[in-house]
């Protein structure tokens, strides 16, 4: 079975910096784009960032040059600077992963990880 587990998440001042991290674990076959979602009360939950097998990676508008997404074999980071109050999230772990050669990627999500930044 497979499980993301999300840790890094807290409270912090406007400004100041998180570093949020994933790791999988299970029976993995291979593991192929990697993101961090996020979503805010009474909102629907957005792309924050994401990262292929291959280390591409995009980002939403509104964290280009604030956050970067980076992963390390099974695992996928994700540093937030200049973090501001809009940040504010429950910020969740996504990927999608082939567990037996041959067979099709599922998707997988974490628990969640609460991000507040107060101003």
């Known amino acids: 079975q497979v499980q993301l587990v999300e840790s890094g998440g807290g409270l912090v001042q406007a400004g100041e910096s998180l570093r949020l991290s994933c790791a999988t674990s299970?029976?993995?076959?291979?593991?192929?784009?990697m993101g961090w979602y996020r979503q805010a009360p009474g909102k629907q939950r957005e792309l924050v960032a994401r990262?292929?097998?291959?280390?591409r990676t995009n980002y939403a508008d509104s964290v280009k040059g604030r956050f970067t997404i980076s992963r390390d074999q099974n695992t996928v980071n994700l540093r937030m600077n200049s973090l501001k109050p809009e940040d504010t999230a429950v910020y969740y772990c996504?990927?999608?992963?082939?567990?037996?050669?041959?067979?099709?990627?599922?998707?997988?999500w974490g628990q969640g990880t609460q991000v507040t930044v107060s101003s």
């Open positions: 996504n990927a999608d992963i082939q567990i037996r050669r041959g067979r099709s990627s599922n998707n997988y």
């Open positions: 299970g029976s993995i076959f291979s593991i192929n784009a």
């Open positions: 990262i292929t097998s291959g280390d």
